[in-house]
């Protein structure tokens, strides 16, 4: 006897999924592969275009892993992040910029060429970098010395030798936007699998840039406590007044917090000594 037929409720009958084309040059998440036939027939003997091998991605996104968690700081995890991305097949430089809320611009950038260009935009506010970052789509540009939405951007291009751009949006959950822009040696931009395995090692960056900025401030809060403690006991104050001691000195040297924190805490060790 046949297994009776599931039927399928007519809401998933004929359903699709759907792929958003963002304006202003933006392209969508992942990248288009052709037909192979004209005006969107299927092309009788079509080739497939093949992808990056799956234990490469595998081997790149373990070594990418293990050197992020490594990092000492996250300004060394993003310096990781461009080296790794940077040594992709066909790659000249990658660049990286997060954009927190209330503070700066924090870059990384391997690569032989494009400081001036990655300069002039961050001065500028204006980019392929930090439109990716506002955006939060993939943007690309097949040839950065003539595009028509960075004008002022095109002598720089030709200065440090950049031809094309892809930029990949990080977004560190709760803590920060940015973007990982990738530079290839030729005109025509990136190969397509070298763009996919960018684009998996920016995913799995994303995560990783969450877990250690969760562990920077788990030791920032605990150097605060620390520093709170010995203001306590040089000045015999209450506990939120030694907070706003604290925040007080951060402000007026113009450092965040934690750091003025683990230079009051060395400075006590040091006296007691």
């Known amino acids: 006897m046949s297994a009776p037929k599931r039927r399928v409720p007519a809401a998933q009958r004929g359903a699709r999924l759907t792929r958003r084309t963002p304006d202003n040059g933006t392209s969508p998440a992942f990248p288009r592969r052709p037909s192979g036939g004209r005006g969107g027939g299927t092309a009788r003997h079509s080739t497939a275009v093949p992808g990056p091998h799956a234990v490469e991605i595998a081997g ?40 927190g809320e209330g503070g700066p611009l924090t870059e990384a950038a391997a690569g ?43 002598a720089a291009a030709r200065t440090d030798g950049l031809s094309a751009v892809a930029v990949i949006p990080l977004d560190v959950r709760r803590t920060a936007v940015g973007a990982v822009s990738v530079y290839p040696e030729r005109a025509g931009g990136l190969d397509p699998e070298v763009l996919v395995t960018a684009m998996a090692l920016a995913g799995q960056a994303e995560v990783l840039l969450g877990e250690l900025h969760r562990r920077e401030a788990l030791t920032e809060g605990a150097e605060v406590d620390r520093a709170v403690g ?24 113009g450092l965040d917090r934690g750091t003025v924190a683990k230079r009051l805490v060395a400075a006590a060790a040091r006296n007691a000594e």
């Open 230 to 253: 010995v203001i306590i006991a040089q000045r015999g104050c209450g506990v939120q007044e030694a907070y706003a001691i604290l925040q007080e000195s951060a402000q007026r040297l």
């Open 112 to 154: 032989p060429a494009g400081e001036t260009f990655d300069r002039l935009q961050y001065e500028g506010s204006t980019g392929p970098g930090l439109e990716a970052a506002r955006t939060r789509t993939l943007v690309t540009a097949d040839d950065l010395c003539a595009d028509e939405r960075w004008p002022e951007l095109w």
């Open 60 to 99: 790149h996104l373990h070594e990418l892993t293990v050197r992020l968690l490594s990092a000492d700081s996250l300004t060394q995890a993003l310096d990781r992040l461009a080296g790794a991305t940077a040594a992709l097949p066909g790659v000249i430089r990658c660049s990286v910029v997060l954009i």
